[in-house]
């Protein structure tokens, strides 16, 4: 009776699980429906910076070169025309280099005939004093600029350039407690430039271990993600790239599983599509797909217009951002000048810094905005004189020939835009007691 039953109960199971099999094979697979992957998730133990809220960042250059630096590109991006001489430069401010352990002479000289020297961003101890600076004045951090037309593989000494620059960067950094991140600049690129940037940007990945918590515990993290900032889209200034191609970028790089959280540098007039950017919603399109937006703000207004140029832009943005699911970053930057740049002595202090009041009011006007963070442009940009790190006071630059060197303003300390940068970093902590007034330095 038993083995009649043990039997049965064999059969059965056989006739059930056929059953199943062909109940199984019978459920149609849609070809049209896309294959869920999880998000990526990341481990942030040890991370120090997990959100851009509440961060004050600075762009950082860092393409400065010197000669006998060792990174064989002579003076570059001080240079004009291959000369770097009295009536040759590209920098209208000129940094105080007092502090730097590695200088190079220049053939300047000062007034009283002593030669002038410029730093290297290529030396190590350069970067880690730059970095010293923003945690002793209280800024958080950089994002460090990667000009892709410079870091192509037709161009190995570019690239051999920002590679030593972003790892004197990473390194000072994890030292000192500051925010970091890597931005890349579309300036000057093709369609094939912009495809490019993923490939390097997965080389930066795995040759710097940018996602390791232990290697780098400082690099920036937003929405739960690693942070990459890809700058230049929409303009209408005839770029040989669309905004298409930054699209497509966009996608590989979040990939199926969001891999990435991605700021846009977009322009200023961004959401009404007009003046400085493209007529086409395509960018509109885009902006939904990342994470951040930070508008390209200078040489937009100055200390006067400010207030009829901004107004209503500021909160118009970010109440379109709120409803479309967008982080905003506005951008504040101390003043502009390329007189030298551009070799047209119209353009000397064209948006002049008016002791910190025209920064300040930036920084008031993104607060009563409701912005959670800002971007400061830039640290370290002294060929348009947007430079907030030490520079040298308007009675102190070198002789430049027929042209001239810009500067601090004689009656601000060289370091005053770093206190005052620091200032804002500290309003937006929701430290002190700040207002629309320039707070004043003890």
């Given at each position: 009776m038993?083995?009649?039953?043990?039997?049965?109960?064999?059969?059965?199971?056989?006739?059930?699980?056929?059953?199943?099999?062909?109940?199984?094979?019978?459920?149609?697979?849609?070809?049209?429906?896309?294959?869920?992957?999880?998000?990526?998730?990341?481990?942030e133990t040890g991370l120090l910076y997990t959100s851009l809220d509440q961060l004050v960042m600075a762009g950082y250059q860092g393409w400065f070169a010197a000669e006998g630096d060792g990174s064989d590109r002579g003076w570059y991006h001080y240079q004009r025309a291959g000369k770097f001489e009295p009536g040759f430069s590209t920098i209208d401010f000129w940094p105080e280099v007092d502090e730097y352990p590695q200088t190079y002479e220049t053939v300047f000289r000062h007034q009283d005939g002593s030669p002038a020297y410029l730093y290297s961003p290529y030396d190590e101890a350069s970067v880690d004093l730059h970095f010293k600076w923003m945690r002793d004045y209280g800024i958080d951090g950089v994002h460090m600029q990667?000009?892709?037309?410079?870091?192509?593989?037709?161009?190995?000494?570019?690239?051999?350039?920002?590679?030593?620059?972003?790892?004197?960067?990473?390194?000072?950094?994890?030292?000192?407690?500051?925010?970091?991140s890597v931005m890349y600049d579309l300036s000057g690129c093709t369609a094939e430039d912009v495809a490019y940037l993923k490939q390097d940007w997965d080389e930066l990945k795995t040759m710097f271990?940018?996602?390791?918590?232990?290697?780098?515990?400082?690099?920036?993290?937003?929405n739960g993600k690693p942070l990459l900032t890809i700058w230049g889209v929409g303009f209408n200034d005839n770029r040989n790239y669309s905004t298409e191609d930054v699209d497509r970028l966009v996608g590989q790089l979040k990939g199926p599983d969001n891999q990435v959280a991605i700021m846009l540098g977009v322009p200023y007039y961004w959401r009404t599509l007009n003046r400085d950017t493209e007529p086409s919603s395509a960018l509109h399109t885009l902006i939904r797909k990342v994470d951040v937006i930070m508008p390209w703000a200078v040489g937009r207004y100055n200390n006067e217009?400010?207030?009829?140029?901004?107004?209503?832009?500021?909160?118009?943005d970010i109440q379109w951002c709120k409803t479309n699911e967008v982080d905003y970053i506005p951008l504040a930057f101390p003043g502009f000048t390329w007189g030298n740049l551009r070799t047209d002595p119209d353009l000397y202090d064209q948006i002049p810094r008016e002791e910190g009041a025209f920064l300040w009011k930036q920084v008031a006007g993104a607060k009563s905005a409701g912005a959670k963070s800002l971007y400061v442009a830039m640290f370290d940009e002294v060929d348009e004189g947007t430079a907030i790190f030490k520079c040298l006071r308007k009675s102190e630059v070198p002789l430049n020939g027929s042209g001239k060197f810009m500067g601090i303003e004689d009656s601000l300390d060289s370091d005053y835009y770093l206190w005052l940068t620091g200032q804002a970093t500290r309003w937006f902590h929701g430290e002190g007691n700040f207002s629309v007034q320039k707070p004043v330095r003890q």
């Open positions: 038993k083995s009649i039953l043990s039997n049965s109960i064999f059969f059965l199971g056989l006739f059930v699980s056929a059953c199943l099999d062909n109940e199984a094979a019978s459920v149609p697979i849609d070809p049209d429906k896309p294959v869920e992957i999880p998000e990526k998730v990341y481990d990667r000009f892709v037309v410079e870091i192509k593989e037709g161009n190995p000494k570019g690239k051999r350039h920002f590679n030593k620059v972003l790892s004197n960067a990473l390194k000072a950094a994890k030292k000192y407690g500051r925010a970091i271990k940018l996602f390791d918590n232990d290697e780098n515990p400082t690099y920036v993290r937003h217009s400010y207030a009829t140029t901004s107004g209503g832009v500021l909160s118009a």
